[in-house]
């Protein structure tokens, strides 16, 4: 690993090192988008039951908010394979479109594949990612055992009121408790234009002027993915979570996509935001307990 990660990412990497368990940095071509991105193996030390490929959130990357349920996941013996999605990442120049959001899964993919195809493979998605996921799944879903969406947006209600009524005190618990993993502020999100030297959002084409004008660009996009359509032709069992205080991605989305699925399950978080239900432990339980269970 490089000199320029961040405290909490090096943490992470120390924590690996102390148990055995590996983490591989690569670079690969992201089809249907010029450059490459960065995705990370991370390994147990005992041999792995199943694999988890793993998509973050707009405007984070491959590690940011994960380390927790990458922890759990590698101590119940999980092989793991996370990637900066096109137009994310301090490493890369692509750009996000959905094509080449789209194409970096059927990379990723391919890569696991060549890895070994023996495990069963998951895929987990948070926000955008899952998004990302629901537009792939309907090609690739017989590559994959599972599916777990998480605040997977149909559209992004982001606003100054939106961020406001997001940050509370459940909001405040979580950054406390996750401290063990990101310390007392690297688990604050970017958003505008805050942090975005750390957690890049490079769009294809230039978005409206405004601290948020990059959200109607994000949601041009998550229009064009037909999202919906896509959520009725995917047989795959898929795991839901939606959080009922979620302001910028509404309980409701989630309610509309488990009608549509054939095979799904919703996990309703209580008082959840859209910042801490990732993080909920009730969310990383049932993430945990999904994937074992379809081994």
């Given at each position: ?22 983490c ?53 013996r ?36 060549q ?25 690739l ?37 996750e ?26 084409e230039?978005?409206?002027s ?19 359509e ?21 309980i ?20 959840g ?23």
């Open positions: 690993m490089t000199a320029d990660v961040l405290p909490f990412e090096s943490s992470f990497f120390g924590w690996l090192n102390e148990r055995g368990m590996r591989d940095r690569c670079s690969f071509p992201v089809p249907g988008a010029s450059g490459s991105t960065t995705g990370y193996f991370l390994a147990p030390e005992r041999p792995a039951r199943q694999k988890v490929l793993a998509l973050h959130g707009a405007g984070n990357d491959a590690l940011f908010a994960w380390i927790g349920l990458f922890k759990a996941l590698l101590l119940a999980t092989e793991i394979f996370t990637f900066d999605l096109p137009g994310h990442g301090r490493w890369s120049d692509t750009v996000f479109t959905p094509d080449a959001a789209s194409g970096s899964v059927r990379a990723a993919v391919s890569i696991l594949m890895e070994g195809a023996t495990l069963p493979l998951h895929a987990i998605g948070v926000s955008l990612g899952g998004s990302v996921l629901l537009r792939t799944l309907v090609e879903q017989d590559s994959f055992a599972s599916a777990a969406l998480v605040v997977a947006p149909l559209q992004i209600e982001l606003s100054p009121s939106s961020i406001v009524r997001e940050v509370g005190p459940r909001s405040f618990a979580m950054l406390w408790r401290r063990e993993h990101y310390g007392l502020t690297g688990l604050i999100p970017s958003f505008g234009s805050f942090k975005r030297e750390v957690y890049p959002l490079r769009l294809a230039r978005p409206p405004g601290t948020f004008g990059y959200v109607a660009a994000l949601n041009d996009a998550l229009d064009r993915m037909c999202l919906e896509a959520a009725t032709r995917v047989q795959l069992p898929v795991l839901l979570v939606y959080g009922s205080d979620d302001c910028i991605v509404p409701e989305q989630g309610e509309m996509l488990d009608s549509l699925l054939p095979r799904s399950e919703l996990l309703r978080i209580r008082n935001t859209h910042l801490s239900t990732p993080l909920e432990r009730e969310t990383m339980g049932r993430l945990i307990q999904w994937v074992g269970e379809r081994r």
